[in-house]
């Protein structure tokens, strides 16, 4: 099944964005403890550099976060995630008026922060409105589009001996029941995320991948976000700062598959991943 263009526009701030083209999200992590760039991204100049990083390497979507959730990491109060959130996106805003804003949030509370005071674009809810009950009538209300990720369990336990009887149907019930409740609150663009390294083995993020196809059966644009996982440098006895070569064959694999964005850390080596897979798609 091949997605119209129509399922492939989302609504940014009035005007239509086409993901008929993949397109790279870059990651901002404004957190102490992400797996890969924690501590990092926490001073303005640092902030700002990788911003401009990411544009000027291809990235059309800034991706912040600021609650790690990586397997095992703290939580963290609403009240601090909004104080990093607040101070990093003022700043953001700023300099980079009119970039595209996604923020990586599971509270609805935030989100309508988030979006009414500093004017983000995009909700990247990693819990697909689970952890948060609110969450369905805020998006509906914000009218923002929404990444409605697949986790199973929590940030604190998900890979805890994750089980599955069926993935595929297990993950695609989920996305079914989720998609018709945000829909029922009047959420209009939902873009789908498997939840790569999220509740699941290795097994189960390279059936995921090698399956990424069937997930068009919701005529819904793909996130796949498998930047520098677990999954690859587990798998190929490296550090995480030795996976960008994994990463690109995975991000190659995807695009192959039918993925709508890149969420990555290396914003040039995924753009660049779209521009070869694009010339041998040319018929």
């Not at 990788?50 to 609650?67: F, H, M, N, S, T």
């Not at 909004?82 to 990093?88: D, H, P, T, W």
Request: proline share 4%.
């Amino acid at each position: 099944m091949s997605l119209d263009m129509k399922d492939l526009m989302i609504n940014i701030k009035g005007s239509l964005f086409s993901l008929e083209e993949p397109v790279v999200m870059g990651i901002l992590n404004i957190t102490p403890d992400s797996f890969f760039d924690g501590g990092k991204y926490q001073l303005q100049k640092d902030i700002e550099r990788r911003c401009e990083q990411i544009l000027e390497e291809g990235g059309q979507i800034i991706d912040v976060g600021a609650y790690s959730s990586r397997p095992g990491a703290y939580d963290v109060s609403e009240g601090e995630e909004l104080k990093r959130l607040s101070e990093a996106l003022g700043w953001i805003r700023k300099k980079y008026p009119d970039v595209i804003i996604s923020v990586d949030t599971f509270r609805a509370t935030v989100s309508e922060v988030v979006v009414n005071d500093f004017g983000v674009d995009i909700i990247n809810d990693i819990s697909g409105g689970l952890m948060d009950e609110r969450m369905p009538e805020v998006i509906g209300q914000l009218g923002v589009p929404y990444i409605l990720m697949h986790m199973k369990g929590t940030p604190q336990n998900m890979q805890m001996n994750p089980h599955y009887d069926n993935l595929f149907g297990e993950v695609s019930y989920f996305f079914s029941s989720q998609i018709k409740k945000m829909r029922s609150h009047g959420v209009k663009d939902i873009i789908l995320d498997p939840g790569f390294g999220f509740g699941k083995t290795i097994d189960h993020n390279y059936e995921l991948l090698r399956e990424l196809k069937q997930f068009d059966l919701f005529e819904l644009p793909m996130l796949v976000g498998v930047s520098r996982k677990s999954m690859i440098y587990k798998l190929l006895d490296v550090a995480p700062q030795d996976a960008l070569n994994g990463t690109t064959a995975l991000n190659t694999v995807a695009l192959l598959n039918g993925a709508n964005i890149l969420r990555v850390h290396d914003v040039k080596e995924a753009a660049e991943c779209i521009n070869l897979v694009r010339q041998l798609k040319k018929a």
